[in-house]
């Protein structure tokens, strides 16, 4: 079975400097899919970024980056230019496709500090 | 915009009770998902399903069943409603097709208690 794991329950930042979130994944797969999810103190979860394994190129969306090692399962995601508005919790998810569930990790409180 | 609703924020049930949570998607999705939170455990799929009558357990289904009738609307069923059942639940919607894996959009949340 795939699992996902976070090792960061928490993580603060200043607003303005950038901050790493951190996973890793196991899977025997060689297609597959990663995700990052975002779930504010409001409680909708919305999608922050994704990244096809089958891609080597780092997936990007505006001021949310990620780092995909496939070969050592890491999927971290890089968020610059904190705002106060990226105050969540922040998930990372695999996925094998289709019409598969996600597969979640634990999750990472991001705290931004004025 | 995508929405998911669900057909209540908050529910207070006693034990042993027969629960009924609802979820509803507007943009014709094929596949819709139940998932469960907890505080330090993430999200845990119960179940999922990718067309009407059709459904997949997930990875806790235990004490859970669900009901798909019509392709907008997805139930989750605690025949007998037991603590540690209290928790948050998510229902989620993604469009059909295998590659790529298409992005779920999640409802606001049922927060159930169990007392």
């Known amino acids: 079975a795939q699992t996902v794991t976070q090792s960061q329950p928490e993580m603060s930042v200043q607003e303005a400097e950038t901050v790493t979130l951190s996973c890793t994944y196991d899977?025997?797969?060689?297609?597959?899919?990663l995700f990052w999810y975002k779930q504010p103190p409001s409680r909708q979860m919305i999608l922050v970024i994704r990244?096809?394994?089958?891609?080597?190129q780092n997936a990007t969306e505006n001021r949310f980056s990620v780092n995909f090692q496939k070969a050592a399962k890491s999927f971290s995601l890089k968020i610059s230019d904190s705002q106060l508005g990226d105050a969540a919790m922040y998930f990372c998810?695999?996925?094998?496709?289709?019409?598969?569930?996600?597969?979640f990790g634990k999750g990472t409180h991001l705290i931004i500090q004025p | 915009d995508v929405k998911v609703t669900q057909s209540s924020r908050y529910l207070v049930k006693r034990t042993g009770e027969k629960v009924f949570l609802e979820c509803v998607q507007d943009?014709?999705?094929?596949?819709m998902f139940w998932y469960r939170q907890d505080p330090g455990l993430g999200l845990r799929l119960i179940y999922f399903?990718?067309?009407?009558?059709?459904?997949e357990k997930g990875d806790i289904p235990e004490g859970y069943s669900v009901s798909r009738e019509k392709k907008e609307r997805f139930s989750l069923i605690l025949e007998s409603a037991s603590t540690n059942q209290t928790s948050m639940y998510l229902c989620?919607?993604?469009?059909?097709?295998?590659?790529?894996?298409?992005?779920?959009?999640f409802g606001p949340g049922t927060r159930l208690t169990v007392l």
């Open positions: 989620a919607s993604s469009l059909q097709g295998f590659l790529p894996a298409n992005e779920q959009f």
């Open positions: 899977t025997s797969e060689s297609d597959y899919y």
């Open positions: 990244q096809e394994a089958y891609k080597q």
């Open positions: 998810a695999y996925c094998g496709g289709g019409a598969d569930g996600l597969t």
């Open positions: 943009m014709d999705h094929e596949n």
């Open positions: 399903s990718y067309d009407v009558k059709m459904k």
